[in-house]
């Protein structure tokens, strides 16, 4: 029996190996400290909790249209207008389950065996993974530590070549905390209409700045037109195991991501889409809150770090990861990660599980307790003093 040729291009998200192991090393009783996952560890909205139990209540319980439930879909459209600043109409919003179809969906309508896509490097796995199972090639953009973890614009447009077809963005940036310049989006924006280049803004982590707000990309005259936003409730509401998110997509996408949708999933849960209106339309008071906290622990984790010989770590702007260069430690990214982890109880990531220039760093999810934190930041530090 043989797989397809395709299943050996598939990559995977190593966070949930990782977490798998470390699992299993609690099984057996050592105490560990998970700074892997990339959630918030917050539990969702009781305002958004409630609505999901009315919802069942009233019956939301069958199919339900493959783009999304009008009501939804209204819903986003009003709140990404006023986010944003001009008009979006719900037949352009197609809820999905969770952000990763938007991906997908957006790869497998536009792009074929031969053509490119840009996509951030150290950025989010399934970009790379998702761009080679459907055959195109992927290209990456490096992002630049000396430029806190942005591309070099002119070494962007390098990299354009005809067959260029898609680009990613992702600000603020998973796995490295970083944010873009309204200049540089602005160049990048000339670049993709000039080069007639499809975006695929992901804005998951939109609502997650420390400074300054976000900027999307499809603001930008022209932009409209060719841009793809993804954006989902995971982080903004602490809803990761809602799988709730949705695309915002050109006139010429929308019935073939529907019919993806069709032949995929059919619908996203329905009752879940309601509760996904009452985080929409609730109280705005909970994202702030979160942000106040992780602001507290992005401190810890930061001066931590830099604190600990070897480590050097730029200050996160946006989301609730840091990525850490442990170059100067002597150890490579993965000997530091399966150290921390199975020596010294930390559970964190690889900087090659985000890319090849993810070498000589490591990523941690802040999304956990200061006591905690301040924990991991300890065992980490005797680590290195153990190497020495």
Known sequence: MKLSERQKRLGTETAFETLAKAKKLESMGKNIVHLEIGE?????????????????????????????QPELREAIAVHQSEFNGYSISPENVIVTPGGKPVMFFSILALVEEGDEVIYPNPGFPIYESMINYSGAKAVPMKLEESKDFNAIIDDLEK????????????????????????????????????????????????????????????NFEGMKERTIILDGFSKSYAMTGWRL????????????ITKLMTNSVSCTSVFSQMAAIAAL??????????????????????????????????????AFYAFPNISDTGLSSSEFADKALNDYGVALLSGTSFGKFGDDYIRISFANSEENLSLAIDRLSRMIKDLR
């Open 40 to 68: 918030p560890d917050f539990d969702s909205p009781e305002y958004v909790i409630n609505a999901a139990k009315k919802a069942l209540d009233d019956g939301f319980t069958h199919y339900g249209p493959s783009a999304g």
């Open 245 to 256: 998110g949705y695309g915002i997509f050109p006139d010429f996408m929308m019935d073939d």
């Open 281 to 318: 339309e609730g109280p705005r008071d909970f994202t702030k809150n979160m942000m106040e906290k992780f602001r507290i622990r992005r401190k810890i984790v930061h001066d931590g770090l830099n604190s600990i010989d070897g480590i050097n770590c730029r200050m996160p702007l946006g």
């Open 159 to 218: 990299l354009i070549t005809n067959k260029t077809k898609l680009m990613i963005l992702n600000y603020p940036n998973n796995p490295c905390g970083s944010v873009m310049e309204k200049e540089d989006l602005r160049r990048i924006s000339e670049l993709a209409i000039k080069n007639d280049i499809i975006v695929l803004s992901d804005e998951i982590y939109k609502d997650m700045y420390y400074e300054g707000e976000h900027y999307s990309i499809s």
